[in-house]
């Protein structure tokens, strides 16, 4: 079963800019869709942002315009460039990856918190 790790989580003030990575244990050319998702605490897990295998991208309306979502087949990794950060988008965010022939696979988790 692939596995995947996050990092890139941090503090950072409103308006600033981090970069999220999630790095994949095989060939993310294997995986039909990989996303990121975010939960933030009273909150439902939500999809922020996602690619699939042609390359087809997502954005939730939310994070629209200030992410972006990237990935690098040769270091098997998906980045998530967060922009212009919001208090709002304090979150635990998560990496998923999904086979056709496997259970989903998701990370730990890493922290961003939005805060002056």
């Known amino acids: 079963q692939i596995h995947v790790v996050e990092s890139g989580g941090g503090l950072v003030q409103p308006g600033g800019s981090l970069r999220l990575s999630c790095a994949a244990s095989?060939?993310?050319?294997?995986?039909?869709?990989m996303g990121w998702y975010r939960e933030a605490p009273g909150n439902q897990r939500e999809l922020v942002a996602s690619?699939?295998?042609?390359?087809?991208?997502y954005y939730a309306d939310s994070v629209k315009d200030r992410f972006t979502i990237s990935r690098d087949i040769t270091e098997n990794t998906v980045d998530l460039q967060m922009n212009n950060l919001k208090s709002e988008d304090t979150a635990v965010y998560y990496c998923?990856?999904?086979?056709?022939?496997?259970?989903?696979?998701w990370g730990q988790g890493t922290q961003v918190t939005v805060s002056s």
């Open positions: 998923v990856a999904k086979r056709w022939d496997s259970p989903d696979s």
């Open positions: 095989e060939s993310i050319l294997t995986t039909y869709f």
């Open positions: 690619i699939t295998s042609n390359e087809y991208t």
